[in-house]
């Protein structure tokens, strides 16, 4: 290093003494190095003092040549460039995930073609110290979000986590519930198809999440459970039948919060296997709370309208084939009254007569996908899955289910991974009740 | 309203809980499962192995940063050897914390892998030997990937990739560090 590069960067000379530090600790905690050896090792520390001022003079006339405008971008873009380059990672973290896709129907009459964003999702956390960190996660759907939009921007997840050690730990505020494989592994590269399966949206309404308490952590080696008191759904606000339950969904979004839930779940995880279950309970009349009619508001406000939904599981790898297999489902008790409820509120408004409201509702499906090719980073993976559901196996009293809503659908197609967090894919769905959905699907998905 | 026998449930198991706290509140959450010093110890047979140094020259930069996928954050990389055992230390994030693991690498190939520092909320069914024991035996092939595939755990996919990098490093690393 020549010593016009020492007056013009000001930065070298503490750096250079941090280095001799550093190269100081070095032999203290190991062996005491030869002379040689310490010539060695500040001749490296000098190699790489040169390599770094010439980084930060590329730097700095990278900044000289941009305008005063850009000043802010550019503080920005090194934060983040110094974050990347050192694993003592930040107390105050970054991850996300998204996915587009593009679905072609095979006769368009009834749905149209149509390109999304389906989702952009980005994770902060921040860990106040060993114990107690916060989690969160941000989406938004479908691109836009306003008022004459269809996209949403919601938070999926807003939660403390309390460790306190392999068996015991606890959660408070927004979280996901542990039903089904989907709901709380949900990034695109982890599963297969463009689209989330049938039965993981319609039946468990991923991505499902509850404002609560939970207890979790591991009773043995890869056998961990998870309980809490959250939060319920809404029946009021169940308005289409052929997802079951889900428009009762409240994502603590000003929740109605007079009937409250449980909910237990059970997962044992090792290499290549998951076998588990989970179950949730409580009331969703909320005591007609979200209703004006004061007709359909006395309906609801002595009943429990308990709903229940509960879900077996499990994945198996042999070799390069993957297995998966899942079942799901659930039952609204006071379904009479909750339909009676809202045909008097829709009647009232000259909204509509009244919704099938479902009684039962289940499906299953089962997945098999095989890991075909592989290079370096990259991966193809073919798979099928069959699924079977009925959103309204039984409804209430009065009212005839839709032949629509009993499906069987078949998707093929293939994941091609760019890299492990990186995926492409491509399938195409053929549904039997229903063949207005047949449908190729193509899509792109990411999470870091 | 919660039925009245799930309540009387409910404050039962709060109860259990708040006694649980003050057993086990001794216990942190960053789970330290073993020492750095105690794991490089426990793979040789000398009680004070000899420490070196690798320098990460552009050329090995190069490959550490194809196979982790971004630069690594050290200068240098200090390793224990005996013989042709050598141990490594290595780090990588996982989804947001970073996942401190132990490798010893005996002629080109992984002998025994262990989690040391878990920091993640979910995942850490990595540190069981269930996992970990697919490691044993796997070597790098040429183009620095393993030899093997190692079986995921569900829910726990990016703490299971940042394991499966570091192997990848651990022998790359052994592999320069005999060849020096």
Known sequence: MSAPHLKTSPRLIPSLLACLLTAGLSVAQGAVPTLEEKIEILQQELEELKRQVAQNQAATTRLANNTAGNTGGAGSGNAIASAGNSLASSATTIGGYGELSYNRYRNNNTYDNQADLNRFVLFFGHRFNDKLRFMSEMEVEHAVSSSSDQGEAEIEQAYLDYNLNDKLNFKAGLFLMPLGILNETHEPPTYYGVMRNEVETRIIPSTWREGGIGVYGEVLPGLRYDVGVTTGFNAAKIDDPAFAIRGGHQEMQLSKANDLSVYAALNYRAPGLLLGGGVFTGGTAQKGASLADPTAKALLQNSKARLTLWDLHGKYSIGDLDLQALYAKGTLGDADTVAAAIAAQQIADSTGTGIAIPKSFYGWYGQAAYHLWRSDDMELIPFVRYERYNTQKEVAAGFTANPLNDERAVTAGANFKLHPQVVLKADYQKFRADPGKDRLNLGVGYMF | ?180
């Not at chain 2, 690498?105 to 920091?119: M, S, W």
């Not at chain 2, 990739?161 to 320069?176: E, H, I, Q, T, W």
Request: hydrophobic share 45%; with cysteine; glycine share 8%.
């Open chain 2, 1 to 180: 309203m919660l039925h009245p026998g799930i309540a009387r449930r409910l404050r039962l198991t709060w109860l259990c809980l708040v006694a649980g706290i003050s057993i086990h509140g001794a216990y942190g959450a960053e789970k330290v499962y073993m020492e750095a010093a105690d794991f490089a110890a426990s793979a040789f047979s000398t009680p004070s192995p000899q420490t070196h140094v690798l320098w990460l020259t552009p050329e090995l930069r190069a490959t550490a940063v194809r196979i982790l996928g971004h630069e690594p954050a050290q200068l240098r990389q200090k390793y224990w050897n005996e013989g042709k055992k050598t141990v490594w230390i290595l780090e990588e994030i996982g989804k947001e914390e970073v996942i401190t693991a132990g490798f010893v690498v005996q002629d080109g190939h992984i002998e025994q892998t262990r989690v040391l520092t878990y920091r993640e909320s979910r995942g850490d069914e990595i540190r069981y030997p269930a996992f970990l024991n697919q490691f044993q035996g796997a070597t790098l092939a040429d183009d620095n990937h393993l030899n093997r595939r190692i079986d995921g755990i569900s829910g726990a996919t990016l703490s299971v990739n940042a394991m499966v990098r570091m192997s990848r490093l651990a022998l790359y690393f052994a592999k320069m560090a005999e060849a020096k």
